[in-house]
């Protein structure tokens, strides 16, 4: 009942910056907490960041700590995640996720949460 369709995605040399987007339909957005994560060819969806329903809390993967930062409006329904000082190895597919604020466990698991969005393309040029 939760749909998700991100943007932002794009061509970047590492050490550039992007800033992706999440809009979530419905008017239901508070009661969702967020996560972005990307997925690699060949390679397991990993976790990058999260943020609460409140967005009193944000979780980051230890790869992107210190250059991600992963944002909320409630009032646009839409989520963010800046990425700051790229490197190759953030080429992925970018994906957009929430959970209901009832769903317990880590956050950083993807199978903890329950709607997902198509995925962006984020390419980072060495």
């Known amino acids: 009942q939760v749909q998700l369709v991100e943007s932002g995605g794009g061509l970047v040399q590492a050490g550039g910056s992007l800033r992706l987007s999440c809009a979530a339909s419905?008017?239901?957005?508070?009661?969702?907490?967020m996560g972005w994560f990307r997925q690699a060819p060949g390679k397991e969806r990993e976790f990058v960041a999260a943020?609460?329903?409140?967005?009193?809390?944000?979780y980051y993967a230890d790869s992107v700590k210190g250059r991600f930062t992963i944002s909320r409006d409630n009032a646009k329904s839409t989520v963010y995640l800046q990425m700051n000082s790229l490197k190759p190895e953030d080429t992925a597919v970018y994906i957009c996720?929430?959970?209901?604020?009832?769903?317990?466990?880590?956050?950083?698991?993807?199978?903890?949460?329950?709607?997902w969005g198509q995925g962006t393309q984020v390419t980072v040029s060495s």
């Open positions: 996720a929430a959970r209901s604020i009832y769903v317990t466990g880590s956050y950083s698991s993807r199978y903890n949460y329950d709607y």
């Open positions: 943020i609460t329903y409140s967005g009193d809390s944000t």
């Open positions: 419905g008017r239901t957005f508070s009661r969702y907490a």
